[in-house]
Each structure stands twice: as C-alpha cells, then as structure tokens.
C-alpha cells in the first residue's frame, strides 16, 4: 500500500506564498490524493482532488488563493496571500482514503 | 447541500461496546463508498474502516479488525459502525467520510471516549 510524508510544519507570513509537499512511495507515483485542511477545533474540511498530472478539483468554496499542481511522486498544495485563517493542519490522503499524510501545521507569522 | 451527522458517540469502559451512526443527505448515498476516520486528541487522521457502495468490499485497520463492524443501510441513507472491546486507544473523535478514490465531504465527527 502506498504511504504519503508530509512535513510536519511549515510556516509563512501574512500576504505571502507557502507550498505544501505530500510525497507518494515509491510504485505509487501515479496515485491521486487528496488535501484536506482541518483549522483549530474544527472537524477537516475537503480542500481538491489532484492528479499526477497536476490536474485538480477544488471543492465547493474553496478560495481561489489555493491551488494544486504535482511533479512526479510529490504533490503540492499552494496557498496564495495567506490569511491568518489559513493557519490550520493539512493532511493529504489517498487509496480511496485508507491512507493518511501525518499531516502539516502551518503557521501564518 | 450535503450533510453528514455522526451520533452514538460518549463515554464507555474498557471492554464496553458503542455503535455509532452516519445519516447522510444531500447527495447519492448508494452510490459512494464510505469510510469511518478517526482522530485521537492531538493526534493526526487515521483511516478505520471502508465499505463499498453495495457492502460487497468491506475493509478495517489492523488496529480494529476483529473488534469493530462497518455496516450501511442504503435505503436509510445511514452509515455504522459497531464497536466491542473498546480500549482507551480507541478514543477519539469518530468521522464518516464519504469517498471517490478520495474523500470529498467530512462530516462533524463524534466523540469517544473510552476510560474508567
């Protein structure tokens, strides 16, 4: 079964760009995952669908500000002129949802 | 607009059993395969249990199997989960999650707290 890593922070300041990393094992460079973003005391929230081609589907009200794009085994999550509401975990998921990222706590300075 | 109410969750004994349920609305329950995820306090999301959109495929975690059972009721557009011989590692806040290769809706998750 394929596993994904995440780093387990990553911060940024107010206004600015971050680019979030999901890497796929290796056999399992061609999987789709998906990024979810789960805010403080929140339950998760599905963000996009994003294929090994860069191709993504972002759910329903999800900013323009996020994007998705892949190169090879990894797969980003871009956040654009970040907003303090932005600070939250993100997980990626795959293999119709039976495996889990560790997850990622941004932190917007 | 899709809604996913988890209920059923609350405190129980080591050893004791809970069954939780997921009513869907909003979108083509029959058609989606769903899965149970859980999230332990302070901790990441953990995959639990997987059926298919007919009950024919039927997954757990290793770290359930034996103890809990996946079931869904298309008719009444509602998820379960059967859970016996409880642990204190069981607890965590319990979400139904319904999937197309990924998940595309979360629900608000119910918490269970196994302890004496």
């Known amino acids: 079964q394929p596993v994904l890593t995440q780093s387990s922070s990553a911060s940024a300041s107010l206004g600015s760009s971050v680019k979030l990393t999901c890497t796929l094992s290796?056999?399992?460079?061609?999987?789709?995952i998906a990024w979810h973003q789960q805010q403080p005391g929140k339950a998760p929230r599905y963000l996009m669908k994003?294929?090994?081609?860069?191709?993504?589907n972002k759910g329903s009200g999800v900013p323009d500000r996020f994007s998705g794009s892949s190169s090879g085994a990894d797969r980003y999550l871009t956040i654009s002129n970040l907003q303090s509401e932005d600070e939250a975990d993100y997980y990626c998921e795959t293999w119709d949802s039976r495996v889990f990222g560790g997850g990622t706590k941004l932190t917007v300075l | 607009e899709v809604q996913l109410v988890e209920s059923g969750g609350g405190l129980v004994q080591p050893g004791g059993s809970l069954r939780l349920s997921c009513a869907a609305s909003g979108f083509t329950f029959s058609s989606y395969n769903i899965n149970w995820v859980r999230q332990a306090p302070g901790k990441g999301l953990e995959w639990v249990s997987y059926i298919s959109s007919s009950s024919s495929t039927i997954y757990y975690a290793d770290s359930v199997k034996g103890r809990f059972t996946i079931s869904r009721d298309n008719a009444k557009n509602s998820l379960y989960l059967q859970m016996n011989s409880l642990r204190a590692e069981d607890t965590a806040v319990y979400y139904c999650?319904?999937?197309?290769?990924?998940?595309?809706?979360w629900g608000q998750g119910t918490l269970v707290t196994v302890s004496s």
């Open positions: 999650a319904p999937t197309v290769t990924t998940i595309e809706y």
């Open positions: 290796s056999g399992h460079r061609s999987y789709i």
């Open positions: 994003l294929e090994g081609s860069g191709s993504y």
